[in-house]
Nanobody
C-alpha cells in the first residue's frame, strides 16, 4: 500500500512559479510510474504530467508543455512538479498519483490506483 501526500500549493500571480512535492510512503517508490493531475471547479480531473519509474520516459499535457517539469527523486521517495509561467487557467487542485500496477507511463486517471489528497494552486491575473 502506498500513501501520497502533496504540498507546495498556494496563491501566485500570473507569470510566477511554484514547485509541488509529493512524498510517498509504504512501498518501494521506484517501482512504478507516477503522475500529476489537476481538477478545477466544475471540470473533470485532467492529466498534467507523468514520469516512468526511473525517470526515462516523461509525458506532458499540451497545455503545460514547456512550462511545467515533472521529476522524481527515488532515494527520497519524492515526486516534483515545477510550474513556471503560471496562468490563471492553471488554477486547480493538483493531485499526485501512482500507477502501482503499471510498468509503463500512463496518462489517464483510471489507470492510476493511488491518489494523494491534493494541494490547491491559485493563479491570480
Amino acid at each position: 500500500q502506498v500513501q501520497l501526500v502533496e504540498s507546495g500549493g498556494g496563491l501566485v500571480q500570473a507569470g510566477g512559479s511554484l514547485r509541488l512535492s509529493c512524498v510517498a510512503s509504504g512501498r518501494t517508490f521506484s517501482n512504478f510510474p507516477m503522475g500529476w493531475f489537476r481538477q478545477a471547479p466544475g471540470k473533470e480531473r485532467e492529466f498534467v504530467a507523468a514520469i516512468s519509474w526511473i525517470g526515462g520516459v516523461i509525458r506532458y499535457a499540451d497545455s503545460v508543455l514547456g512550462r511545467f517539469t515533472i521529476s522524481r527523486e527515488n532515494a527520497k521517495n519524492i515526486l516534483y512538479l515545477q510550474m513556471n509561467s503560471l496562468k490563471p487557467e492553471d488554477t486547480a487542485m493538483y493531485y499526485c498519483a501512482a500507477a502501482t500496477v503499471s510498468k509503463v507511463v500512463v496518462t489517464t486517471a483510471r489507470q492510476y490506483d493511488t491518489w494523494g489528497q491534493g494541494t490547491q494552486v491559485t493563479v491570480s491575473s
